[in-house]
Structures are given as C-alpha cells and as structure tokens.
C-alpha cells in the first residue's frame, strides 16, 4: 500500500471511529436554537478563524465587521500590551447575529463550531456540550458527517493555531493599543 494511500485508510478509520461514537451516543438537532444564544454571559460564543469569516463574507456579502468581533478575554502582557487571540461572531441581545426564526441565515456557510455541535474533539475523545437533541437516533450517513467535520474541524484548529505561533513569534505586539492576533497577524482594534 503507498503512503497516500495508507494515510487515507487511516483517515476514514478514524472517521469511522468517531462516527461509532456519535452513534452510541445518539444525536438529532431539535432546532432549538439554544447553541446559538448566550445562556450565561458569554457562553456558547463561536469563535472563527480569518478563513472561516471570509468564507463567510463571501457567502453572505456581510464585512468582516458586520460578522466578527474580538474575542472578549483580554490579555495583559506587561504593563503596555493588551491583546486577544482570535475572533467571535457578534451577538445581538444574547444571540448570534445569523440567527433568525427560520434558523441560521449563513447555513451553507456556518462556521466549524457550529457544523459539529454538540461534539468536540479532545485529544481522541469525543466529548460533548449540553444539547437537548443528544440521546436521539441519528443514522450512520449523519454520524459520518459529523465524524468527517470534527476531524476537519480539528486540523483547521491545529492549522490556525500555528500560524498564530508564528505570528507570536516574528511579530512584536504595538504598546499603547488594543490588538486582536489571529493567523493572519496583528491588527489593531477596530479592524
Ligand atoms: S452561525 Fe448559525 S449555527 Fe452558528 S451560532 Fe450563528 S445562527 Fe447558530
């Protein structure tokens, strides 16, 4: 067997795995739309990386303002740097500014978190957040999707926080200002 195709076996065999996890566990979405609002303050938050909020851009016609804001947890490095790590997607009284009675207006485009709640990826385990649809028969097709997302959701996390290692490591943080480091660099708030 060649590399690449050793590589892909394993790649589906993990899939699989999870996807047998996600079946155990059982999940239906019941469109509550409790994943996307706040239930305390500044829980469920969705972060994005720069690559999600341009495809979102790009699928929406909404500015990177309109879409993200950064994320709310400063660091203080010093007496004279402040900063964040990443981006969130804004909120409007508690709720995600995509939602709408119908459901999410940026389906097609939504962002990792979303595509995989109530899942999550810790290592190799598959854990999970609070959500009233677990526990529901879900169809080994649907598990698989999950499965497929969770493991393309956690190599574009790992991606993403690379690039932001660089970033920490070439550039230097302007004193005096509010700045926001993602994978792309540092960028001074607002953006
Ligand atoms: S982007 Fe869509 S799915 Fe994600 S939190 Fe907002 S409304 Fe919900």
């Not at 996307?36 to 909020?53: G, K």
């Not at 994320?71 to 203080?76: A, H, L």
């Not at 080994?140 to 999707?145: G, L, S």
């Amino acid at each position: 067997m060649r590399i690449c195709d050793k590589r892909l076996q394993q790649s589906m065999n993990e899939i699989k795995r999870i996807a047998g996890i996600i079946q155990s566990i059982g999940f239906e979405c019941t469109r509550c739309g409790t994943c996307c609002s706040a239930v305390e303050p500044d829980s469920n938050l969705v972060m994005v990386t720069p690559a999600e909020i341009r495809e979102i851009m790009e699928g929406s016609g909404f500015s990177w303002q309109e879409i993200a804001k950064p994320y709310p947890e400063k660091i203080s490095h010093g007496a004279d740097h402040t900063y964040t790590l990443g981006w969130c997607i804004h909120r409007i009284d508690g709720n995600c500014v995509f939602l709408e009675n119908s459901g999410c207006r940026i389906y097609q485009n939504r962002p990792w978190i979303c595509r995989t709640y109530p899942f999550v990826l810790d290592g190799d385990i598959v854990r999970t957040y609070p959500c009233p649809g677990l526990g529901r028969e879900i169809s080994h097709k649907d598990a698989m999707a999950i499965a497929k997302n969770l493991r393309d959701r956690k190599v574009a996390e790992e991606t993403d926080e690379a690039k932001i290692r660089a970033v920490l490591q070439n550039e230097k943080i302007p004193p005096g200002i509010f700045v926001v480091i993602d994978g792309e660099g540092i960028h001074p708030v607002p953006r």
